[in-house]
């Protein structure tokens, strides 16, 4: 699942920030996929546009600009390691459960 959505105007390219949107609808279907209609004002044309994406792949916060609060050494050291496996979430999980000072153990 994407982290952010970007969306692009349809007549000249330009990239379509939050700021530029002016409605987000839902069109829901009782059989197959529903969707959500995000209709936007473009900046530089100033043409109105519609980009369509599937309710499944919708979130709201996807809307959102903010670069987070990881810097670009951590993001490196993050993109570099490998995904959590289910045995450590739970080893982590029963040493959670074992440990009365679990938030000190977790800082160090």
Same mark, same amino acid.
């Given at each position: @699942?994407p982290?952010?959505?970007?969306? #692009? ?7 379509? $920030?939050? *700021?530029?949107? +002016?409605?987000?609808?839902? /069109?829901? #279907?009782? +059989?197959?996929?529903? !969707?959500?209609?995000?209709? /936007? ?6 043409? +109105?546009?519609? /980009? ?9 916060s996807?809307? +959102?600009? $903010?670069?987070?609060e990881?810097?670009?050494? %951590?993001? %490196?050291?993050?993109?570099? @390691?490998?995904?959590?496996?289910? %045995? %450590? @979430?739970?080893? !982590?999980?029963?040493h959670?459960?074992e *440990? ?9």
């Amino acid at each position: @699942m994407p982290t952010r959505l970007i969306i #692009r105007c349809s007549s000249c390219g330009k990239r379509i $920030s939050p *700021s530029n949107i +002016l409605q987000v609808s839902f /069109y829901y #279907r009782l +059989l197959g996929q529903s !969707f959500v209609s995000i209709k /936007y004002k473009c900046p530089r044309c100033r043409r +109105l546009g519609e /980009y369509v994406v599937g309710e499944k792949q919708w979130n709201t916060s996807l809307l +959102l600009s $903010s670069g987070g609060e990881l810097t670009l050494k %951590e993001l %490196e050291k993050f993109n570099k @390691m490998e995904k959590i496996t289910p %045995e %450590e @979430m739970l080893d !982590f999980h029963l040493h959670l459960q074992e *440990s009365e000072n679990w938030i000190k153990e977790l800082v160090k």
